[in-house]
């Protein structure tokens, strides 16, 4: 990195879930449209109102929301707190790194779909377009640490550059990580090497 300590902002990332046209379709309908709630940073991506719930275990998570618009695979986005919940021992993926991970079932407004896989604990990560990472001096699947939180700041470790064009600078982790260092909403963190 070029420059040792760089602000950026942090973001929470709730239990979410990504759906696949094919199972949208089965959940809600064939050919239903996502009713979008509130855009998100990255890209075209936005909260949707719809949800659904999880079962896994015979354990149920009941309003799970839906992240769209459509992917290419469904996959399912927890914290470490639902997998005790779950009794599951859950990965720690970077999103869309489903191969060989935990099978649930969903429950929609019209339906239900069993996944074999798909179930992940989002692994912490930093966006950045490429001429940010350019400036900065970071590449993609760099590992770096972030200082964020104010009266319990913590120093988390194991945050992977995720490099994509559209990309808006940010780090984003999950409800547990928020919890431990107070964070509520989003807020700043501090990039160190």
């Known amino acids: 990195m070029k420059n040792e300590n760089i602000t950026v902002p942090v973001e929470i990332s709730a239990r979410h879930i990504h759906l696949s046209r094919e199972d949208l379709d089965v959940l809600f ?96 990560h930093f966006h950045i377009s490429p001429e940010e990472a350019k400036e900065l001096g970071v590449e993609n699947g760099q590992v770096v640490s972030i200082l964020c939180g104010d009266k319990r700041k913590t120093t988390f470790h194991e945050v992977e550059v995720r490099v994509q064009a559209g990309f808006k600078r940010s780090v984003h982790i999950d409800t547990d990580e928020a919890n431990a260092v107070g964070l509520k909403v989003c807020g700043i963190g501090e990039i160190i090497v």
């Not at 979008?36 to 936005?46: A, N, R, V």
């Not at 996959?75 to 489903?98: A, F, V, W």
Request: glycine share 12%.
């Open 29 to 124: 309908g064939k050919g239903y449209k996502l009713n979008p709630l509130k855009k998100l940073s990255q890209g075209s991506d936005f909260a949707a109102e719809e949800k659904v719930d999880i079962e896994v275990n015979e354990e149920m998570l009941k309003g799970v929301r839906i992240v769209g618009d459509v992917r290419s695979k469904t996959q399912l986005e927890l914290t470490l707190s639902d997998s005790h919940k779950l009794k599951m021992d859950i990965p720690i993926r970077l999103s869309g790194n489903i191969e060989g991970t935990p099978g649930f079932r969903a429950i929609g407004n019209v339906g239900v779909i069993q996944k074999k896989e798909g179930m992940i604990v989002a692994k912490r």
